[in-house]
C-alpha cells in the first residue's frame, strides 16, 4: 500500500507537477491517498524564463490537457532545441535540436555518416530545419494544418504562470493557503507540520518544494554535496527585455558565451527571461551588468543577483521526506534540466515506493541523474576560447570524467553503448536521460569529434555507408519541404489567441 496522506510543501511548477503526478499513480494504483498542497499566496512568486525539455509535452498529453490552451493561457512558446553562441569560439555558433532522427531512419547511422562528410549533426533534424526558418511546428497541407513531423518539441514559458495554471488544472488535491512555521520531526522523519494559522497537518510522506529554502529536507539534517569545483560560474543576474512589436519569436532557447560566463535567452509570447550566469572570481555584478549592456547595447533592470551555490542533496529522500525541484538540486539553467528532472524523478518514485530498498534506489538514482547533467554541462565549456581570464582559467580545469569522455570519443562518435542504462531496472518507462543524442550535438558544434574515425569506421561498411547517405539525403528534402510549408512562429501562436474570441 502506498502513503494515506501526502502532503506537498510549495507549489509552483514542481509542486503542481508532483501533485498530479502522485494523484494519479495513486488512484491507478488504488492506494487511496489524499494528496495536500501546502502554498501561500502570501509569497511572492517572481516569474523567470524557463525551458523545458519535450517530456513536459508527454505530461500534457497524459493529463490529457489542452496543449493550445495551455500556449494561451501561459504564453509559452515552441522550443526545438539551445542555440550555443560563441562557446566555441567568438563568431561560431551551433545547435541542439531535440528531435531524434533515429526514430524514422530505419537504422542508418546518421550521426556517423554526417561526421564523416564533414557536414552538423542537425541537418538531417527536422527541428533544426523548423527553428532556421522560425517556424511552428504546424504545417498547411492541401488546406489542413497538420503536424509538421511525428517528433515531441518543448516549451519556454513564465515558470510561476505555467505552475498557476496547473494548480487550475489539479484535480482532488487539497489546497491550504498557508505557510509553515514548525517541522515536527520524530523517528520515522515528519510527524507533522504547525502552519502560520495554527493549523497542524500530519501526513505519512512529505515532499519538499520550497526551493532555496529547503524548509523541510533541512529540518532532517539533510546534507548539500556542492559543484563548486566543477562547474565554472557561481552568480545569476536576471532581467526581463520586452518583445518588440511584429519581432519574430526563435523557437529555440539562446546560450550566449560571454568574457566571464554565458547569457540566457528565453522568448515568451510577451518578453523575453533573460540573465547572465557568470564568475564572480572574474567579474563584479557591476561588472557584469556593464558587460551585459555593452554586448546588447541598451540599459538593463536586474531583477535580482543570486549566488548559486550549484549541487544537489546527498540524499533527496531522507525519512519520510523527499525533496524535489530546487529543494533537492540546482544547476545552471544551460540544458533545462530542473523541470524535466522533476518529472522523471516523479516518476521513479511511482515505481519504487513501497518496496524495501526503494528509498536506496531513489537516491541512488537521483544523484546519478544530477550528477549526469553535472558533466554534461561542464562538457560545453570545452572551449577553443583564451580572449579573457575566465576562459583561460576553464581551459585548465577540465575534471577528469570530461577528458576521459573526450578522449573515448576520439576513437568513435558517441553510442547508446557509452551511457549505462538509467534508471536501472526500469529502463521500460523509456525516461529521458543525457545520452548519445545530446551529446553528439554538442560535441560536434565544439568540433570535438574525431572526422577521420567516423570516415574509417564508414569506410568499414560500404553497404550501411550507402543506406546512411541515401537516408540523410532524403530526411533532409524532406524535412526542408516539411519547414517551407509550416506557418511563421508567432502567426501561429497568435492565431492560438483568436480561437478565444467569440
Not at 62 to 70: C, G, R
Amino acid at each position: 500500500m502506498g502513503p494515506r496522506h501526502i502532503v506537498i510543501v510549495g507549489g509552483g511548477t514542481a509542486g503542481w507537477l508532483a501533485a498530479m503526478m502522485l494523484s494519479d499513480v495513486a488512484a491507478r494504483k488504488g492506494w487511496g491517498s489524499k494528496v495536500t498542497v501546502i502554498e501561500s499566496s502570501k509569497i511572492g512568486v517572481i516569474g523567470v524564463g524557463e525551458g523545458s525539455t519535450a517530456v513536459f509535452r508527454q505530461m500534457l498529453r497524459h493529463f490529457k490537457l489542452d496543449e493550445a490552451e495551455f500556449l494561451r493561457e501561459t504564453g509559452a512558446t515552441i522550443k526545438y532545441g539551445i542555440r550555443h553562441r560563441d562557446w566555441r569560439r567568438l563568431g561560431h555558433s551551433y545547435d541542439g535540436p531535440i528531435d531524434t532522427p533515429q526514430m524514422v531512419a530505419g537504422g542508418a547511422e546518421l550521426d556517423l555518416y554526417a561526421v564523416a562528410a564533414g557536414r552538423s549533426v542537425g541537418e538531417a533534424h527536422l527541428f533544426q530545419h523548423l527553428l532556421n526558418g522560425q517556424k511552428a511546428p504546424m504545417a498547411i497541407r492541401d488546406g489542413r494544418t497538420l503536424p509538421a513531423g511525428p517528433f515531441h518539441y518543448a516549451f519556454h514559458f513564465d515558470q510561476a504562470m505555467v505552475g498557476a495554471w496547473l494548480r487550475k488544472k489539479a484535480q482532488g488535491i487539497t489546497l491550504i493557503d498557508d505557510q509553515v512555521q514548525g517541522v515536527e520531526t520524530g523517528e520515522g522523519g515528519i510527524a507533522a507540520l504547525t502552519l502560520e494559522s495554527g493549523q497542524r497537518v500530519e501526513g505519512d510522506l512529505f515532499l519538499d518544494c520550497t526551493g532555496f529554502r529547503r524548509r523541510l529536507i533541512g529540518a532532517l539534517g539533510a546534507q548539500w554535496l556542492s559543484y563548486r569545483d566543477v562547474l565554472p560560474v557561481n552568480r545569476a543576474m536576471p532581467f526581463w527585455v520586452d518583445l518588440k512589436d511584429g519581432e519574430e519569436i526563435a523557437p529555440c532557447t539562446l546560450a550566449w558565451a560571454q568574457k566571464a560566463g554565458w547569457l540566457w535567452w528565453i522568448p515568451t509570447q510577451g518578453r523575453y527571461g533573460a540573465g547572465y550566469v557568470y564568475s564572480d572570481a572574474h567579474c563584479t555584478p557591476d561588472q557584469a551588468k556593464a558587460e551585459i549592456e555593452a554586448v546588447l547595447g541598451y540599459e538593463i533592470h536586474p531583477r535580482n543577483d543570486i549566488k548559486i551555490d550549484a549541487g544537489r542533496q546527498k540524499d533527496a529522500w531522507i525519512g519520510n521526506c523527499i525533496a524535489v525541484g530546487l529543494s533537492s538540486s540546482f544547476l545552471e539553467p544551460l540544458e533545462a534540466t530542473s523541470i524535466h528532472g522533476t518529472i522523471v524523478q516523479m516518476m521513479m518514485l511511482a515505481e519504487w515506493m513501497g518496496l524495501p530498498d526503494g528509498r536506496d534506489r531513489y537516491n541512488a538514482a537521483t544523484g546519478r541523474q544530477v550528477d549526469d547533467f553535472r558533466d554534461f554541462i561542464r562538457l560545453h565549456y570545452v572551449s577553443e576560447r583564451r580572449d579573457s581570464p575566465f576562459w583561460r582559467d576553464v581551459a585548465t580545469s577540465h575534471p577528469q570524467v570530461v577528458k576521459d569522455r573526450l578522449e573515448q570519443w576520439q576513437h568513435h562518435i558517441p553510442q547508446p553503448a557509452d551511457f549505462p542504462r538509467f534508471p536501472p531496472g526500469l529502463e521500460h518507462l523509456g525516461l529521458a536521460h543525457v545520452q548519445e543524442q545530446l551529446y553528439t550535438p554538442v560535441l560536434d558544434g565544439l568540433g570535438l569529434l574525431n572526422r577521420q574515425a567516423a570516415q574509417t569506421a564508414m569506410a568499414a561498411d560500404p553497404k550501411a555507408r550507402d543506406f546512411a547517405r541515401k537516408t540523410h539525403t532524403a530526411l533532409v528534402a524532406e524535412y526542408s519541404r516539411a519547414a517551407a510549408q509550416c506557418l511563421p512562429h508567432r502567426a501561429w501562436l497568435q492565431s492560438l489567441q483568436k480561437e478565444l474570441t467569440p
